[in-house]
């Protein structure tokens, strides 16, 4: 009776060890660990909030926030250089970012956007000149209506900075760029007078640019596609 217990015992064994192993050579990744996804994250370059030095080194507010969450939540990130899409909301639908950071909520992006449940941060849109342009005072309302000022086609300050300067009863004469390289550009040529942007910049652009005008307060969130849900709240719970 003992006996076959034992036997009972040892095919059982038998039975699971074997299983164990099947499941092994079919389901290595499953049975070994659970695979830590990877988030895209769109993030401004060469400002305060992101910033990669030429090693490829990333830096900034930004960085460190999502890196802390990352930590807590159990997922690797991988940060992408989106100062120079034009259409980087666009990019969030097909897939090339999971998450854009610094993105101001309205109510037509919330339309086909997710955003934090709470506004990561806050700035102004910025009126910057060349340092070496003295031509331009701080705060002269009347100078920046003669002024040619280069805009982001896609950036909600082009609305912003338009409804500002009607409200002020000006009319600067403003050109649409596609994206801040070529903005920065055409501002580093003369060919624009002035450009308007709304991240900080960081010590190397500082030391070319010279702000004349601070206007329209924008909270800023970060952004994910509409039917990531899950995403949104693993962030949302590292930002509580």
Sequence with gaps: MLTNRI???????CLLLLTCILSLLLFPAE??????HTIRVGVLNHTTYANQDKNGVW?????ECMIAIAQRAGFNLEFIDSTNDPDFLGGLDAGRYDIIADIVKTPERAQSYLFTDEAIGYTNSTLAVRSS???????NIEQIAQMRVGVVASYTNNADFRSWCAGHGIAPRITEYQDIEQLNAALKSGAIDGEVYSAIYNKENAASLRTIMRFVPRSFYYAF???????KNQIDEGLS
Excluded: F, M, N, T
């Excluded at 036997?7 to 064994?13: F, H, K, M, N, V």
């Design 31 to 36: 049975a070994i660990s659970h695979e830590r």
């Design 133 to 139: 342009d003295p031509r331009w005072d701080y705060g």
């Design 225 to 231: 596609r509409k039917d990531d849900l899950a995403l």
């Design 7 to 13: 036997r009972q015992l040892r095919s059982l064994c």
């Design 59 to 63: 830096s900034g507010l930004d960085i």
